[in-house]
Every structure is written in C-alpha cells, then in structure tokens.
C-alpha cells in the first residue's frame, strides 16, 4: 500500500497520505501522521486513497485524493483537518467518470489551487485545475474567456514565489473543451499568472506527472 503523499507540519510531526490502511497493527486509513516515534490516524482516516497533502499559511492540513468520506462525514475529494477531525470543502466534485483530486498547493494569501481530473466542483465548471479563494471555488480562466480550465487531467500544481501557478498533467489545451475555437495548445505543462495560461517553454512529448520549482 503506497505512500502518495508527505507534508512536516508545523510542530515537526510528519503527516502522510495515500492508499494505506494500517501500520503493523495499528489502523492507519489513508491518512497519518508520525511522531517520530510511532504512526498514528489523522482523524477519522479516509474511505479512499489521499494523492495529496499541503499546509494553509495558518497551518491547517488540507487533503485531495479519491475519498468521499472520513468516518460518516461526506468529505467529497478535499477535506481540511480541524480539531482532529477532518471537514468538507467541497459539496460536490463532478467528472465524466471517477472524480480524483491529484495535487493541491496553497498561495501565501490563502488560495487553494487543486488540479486533477473533474469537471465540475460546487456546480461550478473548473475542467480540471481550480481555486478557492475563501468563498467558494472558481475556473482559472485565459483573458476573460467564457469557460476555464484545461482540456484533460492534471497532475501536479504549484504556486510560485512569483506568484503564477505552474500546472503539468495530461493536456494541451487551455480553455478548449467547450470553445475550441478559442483553445490554443500548452503542451503538457502550463502556467497561470491570474489572467491568461501561457506555455511553459517548447512543453513536453508527453504527459507529466510532478513538478518542482527550481531554488
């Protein structure tokens, strides 16, 4: 059962994520933390695999991945650990098929950004990479354009010291899965500065799955 994800929080403990359900005997579901002695259940644990964890400037815990409930509480691909329970930030994450939050990273002002592959979160149309700004979700849209979004799945953001957010996954558009006479290509790797997409040099020959900024 892999690891999918690893975060230090803030008092030093390491906090983990993926598709585990136990250390030796111990319970562990999806999602634990180590304290540098023994791994314990963040929380309820989750029903499915945690892809991703990432820590708000204010040091709470946020999770992305498969799951739809932690215990009895829908917590519908994202969830937020708040006095060692994990809470919903979503109501409803929507795709053709399995919804699956793949990555998430945290601006210093607070947004949250997750990328992955989904259509639709809280009724809104996102296509795969969205923000949530404090109030509710929203698209990442290119100059306006009338829909947001990317045209296949994501797989990895990060939100860079300047301030853009760099995306990599399995598309090449942008804005092109309702307008595609709007769409241009980005291959395989993108950047959002708040305003429009623009390519990450030449792109890739194929899909990818992690991204790192250089120091």
């Given at each position: 059962?892999?690891?999918?994800?690893?975060?230090?929080?803030?008092?030093?403990?390491?906090?983990?994520?993926?598709?585990?359900?136990?250390?030796?005997?111990?319970?562990?579901?999806?999602?634990?933390?180590?304290?540098?002695?023994?791994?314990?259940?963040?929380?309820?644990?989750?029903?499915?695999?945690?892809?991703?964890?990432?820590?708000?400037?204010?040091?709470?815990?946020?999770?992305?991945?498969?799951?739809?409930?932690?215990?009895?509480?829908?917590?519908?691909?994202?969830?937020?650990?708040?006095?060692?329970?994990?809470?919903?930030?979503?109501?409803?994450?929507?795709?053709?098929?399995?919804?699956?939050?793949?990555?998430?990273?945290?601006?210093?002002?607070?947004?949250?950004?997750?990328?992955?592959?989904?259509?639709?979160?809280?009724?809104?149309?996102?296509?795969?990479?969205?923000?949530?700004?404090?109030?509710?979700?929203?698209?990442?849209?290119?100059?306006?354009?009338?829909?947001?979004?990317?045209?296949?799945?994501?797989?990895?953001?990060?939100?860079?010291?300047?301030?853009?957010?760099?995306?990599?996954?399995?598309?090449?558009?942008?804005?092109?899965?309702?307008?595609?006479?709007g769409a241009f290509n980005i291959f395989y790797a993108a950047t959002w500065d708040g305003v429009r997409f623009a390519?990450?040099?030449?792109?890739?020959?194929?899909?990818?799955?992690?991204?790192?900024?250089?120091?």
């Amino acid at each position: 059962s892999e690891v999918r994800a690893l975060v230090r929080l803030p008092d030093g403990r390491i906090a983990a994520g993926g598709a585990f359900a136990n250390s030796g005997t111990t319970p562990v579901l999806r999602a634990g933390v180590w304290d540098g002695a023994s791994w314990s259940q963040l929380g309820a644990g989750f029903n499915d695999t945690v892809n991703a964890l990432a820590l708000t400037p204010m040091g709470e815990l946020l999770a992305g991945g498969r799951f739809t409930l932690s215990g009895t509480t829908a917590t519908p691909r994202m969830a937020r650990l708040i006095s060692g329970a994990w809470q919903p930030i979503t109501t409803t994450v929507d795709a053709p098929g399995q919804p699956n939050v793949e990555a998430l990273s945290v601006a210093p002002d607070g947004t949250i950004y997750a990328a992955g592959f989904f259509s639709h979160i809280d009724g809104t149309f996102v296509s795969n990479v969205a923000r949530h700004d404090g109030v509710a979700w929203r698209a990442l849209t290119h100059e306006g354009a009338p829909v947001g979004g990317l045209g296949a799945a994501a797989s990895d953001v990060t939100v860079l010291r300047d301030g853009r957010v760099l995306i990599g996954g399995a598309f090449q558009t942008a804005n092109g899965d309702l307008f595609p006479s709007g769409a241009f290509n980005i291959f395989y790797a993108a950047t959002w500065d708040g305003v429009r997409f623009a390519p990450v040099g030449l792109g890739s020959n194929t899909s990818l799955t992690d991204l790192a900024p250089l120091p």
